[in-house]
C-alpha cells in the first residue's frame, strides 16, 4: 500500500498566519491527491482533489500543489474557522490511504 | 442537496457482525460510487472500501476478508457488514459520496469523497 506521511503531526499559528502542511508519498502519485479538513467531533470535509484543485465554493485562501511524491497544503491566511485536523488521501491506487493528520491549533 | 445518515448498533459483542446503513436523501444511490471510512477513538482514518454503481466493489484489504459493502437501491441506502469484529473495530464509521472527475489525457478518474454523513460511534464488547 502507499503509505502517506504528513509533517507537521501538529502545529500552532494565530490568525492571519500563512500556514503549510506537507504530505509525501511512498512512491510516485501521479497528482492523484485529495485534501480534507476535520473539526474535533464532526465528519471531515472535502476541500481539494488533484493536489490542487479546489472544490467548488471552497474559500481561496486553501490552495494546494505538488505532484509525484511531494504535495502542500496552503492556507494563505489562517481563519478561526480553520483551526482543525487536515488529513491528505491518495487515490492513486488500492487501497485508498490517508496521512496521519496534521492538527493545526492556536498559538 | 444531498445529505447521508448512517445508522446501527452502537453497540456490538465481539466475534458478531457489525452492520450498518447509509441513507441518502436528495440524490439518487444509484448515480454514483459510495465509499466508507472508519476513525477509532482518537485517531485517524482508514478508508474501508467502495461501491460502484454497477454494484462492483473494492476494499481495504486489510480488511478485505471480513467486510462487505452493498446497495439498496429500493431504500436508497448503501449497506456496511463487517464480521468477527474485535475492539480493534471500535470506531466512528462514516460514509460518503465518491464524486469522479475525468482526466482528459488518460481517461482514468481523480476520485474524491465530497459529501459525508455525520459518522456512527461502534463500540465493540461484551
Known amino acids: 500500500a502507499v503509505q502517506m506521511t504528513q509533517s507537521p503531526s501538529s502545529l500552532s499559528a494565530s490568525v492571519g498566519d500563512r500556514v503549510t502542511i506537507t504530505c509525501r508519498a511512498s512512491?510516485?502519485?501521479?497528482?492523484?491527491l485529495g485534501w480534507y479538513q476535520q473539526k474535533p467531533g464532526k465528519a471531515p470535509e472535502f476541500l481539494i482533489y488533484?493536489?490542487?484543485t479546489l472544490q467548488t465554493g471552497g474559500p481561496s485562501r486553501f490552495s494546494g500543489s505538488g505532484s509525484g511524491t511531494d504535495f502542500t497544503l496552503t492556507i494563505s491566511s489562517l481563519q478561526p474557522e480553520d483551526f482543525a485536523t487536515y488529513y491528505c488521501?491518495?487515490?492513486?491506487?488500492?487501497?485508498?490511504?490517508f496521512g496521519q493528520g496534521t492538527k493545526v491549533d492556536i498559538k | 442537496q444531498v445529505q447521508l445518515q448512517e445508522s446501527g448498533p452502537g453497540l456490538v459483542k465481539p466475534s458478531e457482525t457489525l452492520s450498518l446503513t447509509c441513507t441518502v436523501s436528495?440524490?439518487?444511490?444509484?448515480?454514483?460510487?459510495w465509499s466508507w471510512v472508519r476513525q477509532p477513538p482518537g485517531k485517524g482514518l482508514e478508508w474501508i472500501g467502495y461501491?460502484?454503481?454497477?454494484?462492483?466493489?473494492n476494499y481495504n484489504p486489510s480488511l478485505k476478508s471480513r467486510v462487505t459493502i452493498s446497495v439498496d437501491a429500493s431504500k436508497n441506502q448503501v449497506l456496511l457488514k463487517l464480521n468477527s469484529v474485535t475492539a480493534a473495530d471500535t470506531a466512528v464509521y462514516y460514509c460518503?459520496?465518491?464524486?469522479?472527475?475525468?482526466?482528459?489525457?488518460?481517461?482514468?478518474?481523480?476520485?474524491?469523497?465530497?459529501?459525508w454523513g455525520k459518522g456512527t460511534t461502534v463500540t465493540v464488547s461484551s
Open positions: 461501491i460502484q454503481y454497477s454494484g462492483a466493489t
Open positions: 488521501l491518495q487515490d492513486y491506487d488500492y487501497p485508498w490511504t
Open positions: 488533484a493536489a490542487s
Open positions: 460518503a459520496r465518491v464524486g469522479r472527475v475525468r482526466r482528459i489525457r488518460s481517461g482514468d478518474y481523480y476520485n474524491y469523497m465530497d459529501v
Open positions: 512512491q510516485a502519485i501521479r497528482d492523484d
Open positions: 436528495g440524490g439518487s444511490v444509484s448515480s454514483h460510487y
